[in-house]
C-alpha cells in the first residue's frame, strides 16, 4: 500500500469510529467502542502491521496520523460521554401499535331512529319517507281539518311563500309526521297497510321540552277489523322493546280531528317505575303521576280513510304518533331534563352516548 492509500484508510477508520459513537445508544456500546478501536489490540493499534518495517519517513509520518487518530477518537467518546445517550424511555418502539385517531360516533338521535326503525321492522312494519315541507292537504285538509278549522293552531306552523296550488293549496313545514298517513294510502292503494314514517318535523316552539325542529316517528295500521286492541298492544310492544320489560303504555281520553276515539299515550316513568314517588317518600319530578306523555294516537277517522281513497265501510285502522327526542329523554338511566342539549352540538354531550 502507498502512503496515499495508507492516508485514505486510516480517515476512513477514524470517521467510522467517530460515527458509531455518535450514535451509540448505552454507555456499554460505548465501552465496547473504546475497545475495539483504542483498546491496545484495537483497529487503531493494529494499523501499524500496514507500515512497511524499516520505512523511517513512513513511520514518521504515521506515527503523527495515527496519535490524531487516537485523539480524534479519544475525543469523540468524551463527548458522548458528556451528553450520554438518550434513557431507554425515550426511544421509538417502532413495534408499538400506533395512536388511533379519535373516532365519532352516531348521534344519538340517530341512534334512537336506528333503534326504533329496528323495532318496528321486526313485527312487519316498512318505513316510508314523505316530504319535510309539503302541501297544506296532506298535513291539514286530508286530516280532517279544513282551511281555517280552529284545530289547525294547536301546530304552530312554518309557513312557505309560494304559490298556491290549486288542489293542494300552500306549502308548510310539516309539522307532525301525520303528513304521511294520506300519502301512504295513495301509494299502497289496497290495504293492508302497515307504515312506520320517521322524519323531521318543525313548529314555532323552544323551550326545555321543546325545539323548533325534532323528529317524529307515525305507525299506520290499515287492515280489516283493526282494534284498538291491536293499537294497544302495538304500544305496550314498543314501550317493552324500547324501555325494558317493566315499561307498559296507558291510554288516555283526548281529541284529534284525524281519529276517532282519539287518545293522548303516556308510558310508565322510568325514573319512579311508575309509582309517582321516589324511595326517599319525595314526589318524582320527572313526571308527578308515574305516567309521561310522549305522543298522540287513535283509531283512523273515516273521512281520513276517505280521502286516501279506501273504504271506511269494509277497512279500520290505528295510528299513533310521537316525539324521537321526548320517547328517547325517557330511557332508564338518561335523565334528559334539557332536550335542546341534543342539539347543542356540544362534544362532552354527545360523547356520553
Ligand atoms: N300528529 C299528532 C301530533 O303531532 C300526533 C298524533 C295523534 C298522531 C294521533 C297520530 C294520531 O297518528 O293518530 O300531535
Known sequence: MDNQQLREKLLNLKNEAIALIQDAKSEAELER??????????KINKFVGNIKKGDESQKREFGTLLNDAKI??????????????????????????????????????TQAIDEIT??????????????????????????????????????????????????????VLTTH???GQVREMERVGKPPIRM??????????????????FHQFEILVIDENITIQHLKGTLDY????????????????FHFQFTEPSFEVDFTCTICQGKGQLDTGERCRFCKSGWLEVGGAGMVHPA??????????????????????????????????????LYSNNLEFLEQF
Not at 238 to 253: D, M, N, Q, T, V
Request: proline letters at 8%; hydrophobic letters at 35%; a positive charge.
Open 238 to 253: 314498543f314501550a317493552r322493546e324500547f324501555y325494558g320489560k317493566e315499561i307498559s303504555a296507558r291510554l288516555r281520553p
Open 33 to 42: 467502542l473504546r475497545v475495539v478501536y483504542l483498546g491496545r489490540k484495537g
Open 304 to 341: 281520513v280513510l276517505q280521502a286516501g281513497g279506501i273504504d271506511p265501510k269494509m277497512y279500520t285502522g290505528f295510528a299513533f304518533g310521537m316525539g324521537v327526542e321526548r320517547a328517547y329523554r325517557l330511557k332508564p338511566g338518561l335523565k334528559l331534563d334539557d332536550i335542546r342539549l
Open 196 to 213: 312506520l314514517n320517521i322524519a323531521k318535523c318543525y313548529r314555532r316552539q323552544q323551550d326545555a321540552t321543546h325545539t323548533s325542529m
Open 118 to 171: 329496528k323495532i318496528f321492522e321486526r313485527i312487519g312494519f316498512v318505513r316510508a319517507r314523505y316530504p319535510e315541507v309539503d302541501y297544506d292537504y296532506y298535513v291539514f285538509s286530508a286530516l280532517n281539518m279544513p282551511a281555517n278549522h280552529p284545530a289547525r293552531d294547536e301546530w304552530e306552523t312554518f309557513f312557505i311563500k309560494s304559490p298556491k296550488h290549486p288542489k293542494y293549496g300552500g306549502l
Open 72 to 109: 480524534a477518537v479519544q475525543e469523540a467518546l468524551e463527548s458522548k460521554t458528556k451528553n450520554p445517550p438518550a434513557s431507554s424511555e425515550d426511544w421509538i418502539d417502532v413495534t408499538l401499535p400506533a395512536k388511533r385517531p379519535p373516532l365519532g360516533h352516531l348521534h344519538p338521535v
Open 177 to 179: 309526521t301525520s303528513n
